[in-house]
């Protein structure tokens, strides 16, 4: 069975560091997306990215977020100036076409300290 | 902003009984809604789907979307304590093809041995 396959598991960072969280979507999926998740609390959509491009951000997704897929392939999210309140597991989720659900990877836990 | 409610439970049930669990929610054109089940630190994972009203069964597990009262529920029959999870009902797809979904808070299952 395909999966969605996320590096690192978990990440610690320091309050301020950049961190770079990194998927790799089924390859014949055409949508991609991440979601995450504080602990006790629902799962919170991020952004949406088909075609090469953001296709929806959430109020969650400021001017710290940034999401590429550099080489076709990777699926990468990036948080440019990490707080506290950024800890949480952070999901990728992708879908080959409507109206199907997600196939979510297995989820990067990040701690900020 | 598109609304999808559940109870947070925790619902017990003993083993070999029928688990139902209930969504409401807020768009009535609605059209496609998911179950996810989520193991503690785990990521979701899809079990069902339903695009249309009435009943959709799938080994164990069933389905159903009523459109006119705008709720979606899971019954789990002859539940097993390797069902205990949190089940998160997620819909509906937005229109315009990107398709992302709103998650409900979840209903934490507790199957009694």
């Known amino acids: 069975e395909p999966e969605v396959t996320q590096t690192p598991s978990h990440q610690v960072t320091q309050m301020g560091q950049e961190v770079i969280l990194r998927c790799v979507p089924i390859?014949?999926?055409?949508?991609f997306y991440w979601y995450r998740q504080i602990l006790g609390q629902k799962v919170e959509f991020l952004v949406s990215f088909y075609n090469n491009e953001i296709s929806e951000k959430s109020e969650i997704f400021d001017d710290q977020f940034s999401v590429e897929r550099p080489d076709g392939s990777n699926f990468t999210l990036k948080i440019r100036s990490t707080k506290l309140e950024d800890s949480a597991m952070y999901f990728c989720a992708s879908r080959k076409d409507s109206p199907y659900g997600y196939t979510f990877g297995s989820g990067t836990r990040l701690t900020v300290v | 902003q598109k609304e999808v409610e559940q109870n947070s439970g925790p619902l017990s049930v003993p083993e070999g009984a029928i688990a139902s669990l209930n969504c409401t929610y807020s768009?009535?054109?609605?059209?496609?809604f998911f179950w996810y089940r989520q193991y503690s630190g785990k990521s979701p994972e899809l079990i069902m789907s339903?695009?249309?009203?009435g009943d959709k069964e799938d080994g164990r597990f069933t389905a159903q979307l009523n459109k006119a009262s705008q709720y979606v529920s899971l019954l789990i029959r002859d539940s097993q304590p390797s069902d205990s999870a949190t089940y998160l009902c997620?819909?509906?797809?937005?229109?315009?093809?990107?398709?992302?979904?709103?998650f409900g808070t979840g209903t934490k299952l507790q199957v009694i041995p």
């Open positions: 390859s014949n999926h055409l949508y």
């Open positions: 768009d009535r054109g609605s059209q496609s």
């Open positions: 339903i695009y249309s009203n």
């Open positions: 997620a819909g509906p797809p937005d229109s315009g093809g990107y398709q992302k979904v709103t």
